[in-house]
């Protein structure tokens, strides 16, 4: 291990075995009112995510979910920015939804979602990532376990867990149709990867995961401690989870599509800088450079 | 349509679309005592299966799954009857085991299990296939949707759905890894799959099945009359499933595996003939012949 390494309490990467250190940052950054309860609050802290029921109404889901449809059938496979499914041409992904001056770009100054990421990161926030999910019926395909900060941190540049997701339910979520899997309270612990991070792997990761992928036997570490929850919730409910909770999402056999979109608010007092892996930058769509800050 | 065809209400692989015609038959085939509470036939009547909870205490359960990984680890994948997935050679399911003269053949008469079946198909009856089924964790995969007796009738005779499957649960099936997932009610409604069945098919079907399977549109209707259950519950709890209720279950992505014992018990009152679907016999692992008597 390199010396300058370990003055990285997240490196990671860098180790020929895995191993699982504790997290130096808090959860919870900030103590201000916000549209979430203390219950909630302490749920998020505990567990490292937390549901809120139908903060969207059935019209406001409808429009979203038109708007997605359409941002799909538009999309461009050829696109660095658009996924499609690896067995297929299926669009899996589209990112940089919060730019497109539209629905999405309204949705990710909402305030039921900027608000809470402003509650539980304690200062203004932007959005550093944002894509609607595809899974359709019959076919969804599993994303297998990750946390997101490894990877944000080893890849982007952003130097401390502070910042989350916002998965905005579009469909009804439930236990079949392949929801969002956490392992509860593994954003307590950081869990480092084996191995280097090759150059522009990026398009390949987000298909099939192969880099900064914690080894089984860490994923069996943590389930015996956390056990696994699922996601779910109808549509129009918020899945609100920490940048470094394990998560992943299995496959769905079922007719029923699970479609979300996801905003990562990232803190204004947290923004990317060069990569920790010391790799070059990925592009823009997958970790923002501009700071423009949500109006509260 | 062959003439010949409509004389049999379950034909199926004989039309050009799909359909969904009624089942002719009960589904309580008696009104005996036995195992099973009053309100568990009704659940049974109703969405075509019941979980009974712990019939096995855990020194059982240790001791069937320990004879599971050890027929798991003598199995031959070059036998017919040892399925290995279709991209790897890890074992998928064993079967016959009701013929291993140990721990299966015991557990094929216990009364638990024998007893419920005699109670819901209103006969003596004996063991029409048998199985254990592994799915691993991290690479445990999906079964499709299908009804078993749509196989079992047009491939390997069996005249009426007067069946059911005992699925002993040897881990914690939970939501996450892989369960039996289940459309409700849907035993009640025989769905026609569209298209013929090559010769011996058999040896892919049980890894990928291909015929006989229910068109999508078909699962769709289905799931929008009766939602989506599982199967789920802790080791040692016992799945019963009427042989015409549409099932198939996800893949795994947690570490923690899932396996189970299928038992099929099949009414001596209706024992195999030749297959409806006019072609040969499937081997006898996968339908039984010989008619041997549950002892009572």
């Given at each position: 291990m390199a010396p300058e390494m370990t003055t990285d309490p997240y490196h990671s990467r860098t180790v020929d075995r895995w191993e699982i250190a504790p997290r130096?940052?808090?959860?919870?950054w900030g103590e201000g009112a916000g549209p979430l309860s203390p219950e909630q609050l302490v749920h998020y802290a505990e567990k490292g995510f937390v549901v809120c029921w139908r903060l969207f109404d059935e019209e406001e889901v409808g429009a979203l979910a038109a708007a997605a449809a359409k941002a799909r059938d538009a999309a461009?496979?050829?696109?660095?920015?658009v996924i499609a499914e690896a067995s297929s041409s299926a669009i899996r992904s589209v990112f940089r939804v919060h730019r497109d001056g539209e629905m999405f770009e309204r949705l990710s100054v909402d305030s039921r979602l900027a608000g809470a990421a402003r509650q539980i990161l304690g200062s203004d926030v932007y959005v550093h990532q944002s894509r609607i999910n595809f899974k359709p019926g019959f076919d969804g395909r599993p994303f297998p376990w990750h946390s997101d900060f490894e990877t944000w941190h080893i890849e982007d540049g952003m130097p401390r867990p502070r910042a989350l997701s916002a998965s905005v339910l579009?469909?009804?979520?439930?236990?079949?149709?392949g929801p969002l899997l956490v392992i509860p309270s593994s954003h307590r612990l950081y869990v480092r990867c084996v191995g280097e991070t090759p150059e522009n792997h990026f398009k390949e990761s987000l298909v099939n995961?192969?880099?900064?992928v914690p080894t089984r036997a860490a994923l069996v570490d943590l389930v015996d401690r956390g056990g696994i929850m699922s996601g779910t919730g109808p549509a129009g409910s918020v899945v609100f989870f920490d940048s470094n909770l394990m998560h992943g999402s299995g496959g769905n056999i079922t007719p029923l599509p699970r479609n979300n979109v996801f905003l990562v608010y990232n803190s204004v007092d947290n923004a990317v800088v060069e990569p920790f892996g010391k790799r070059p930058r990925r592009p823009e769509f997958l970790a923002e450079r501009r700071v423009d800050v949500v109006p509260t």
């Open positions: 130096p940052d808090p959860v919870l461009d496979p050829a696109r660095d920015d579009l469909t009804d979520n439930i236990e079949q149709n995961q192969a880099y900064g």
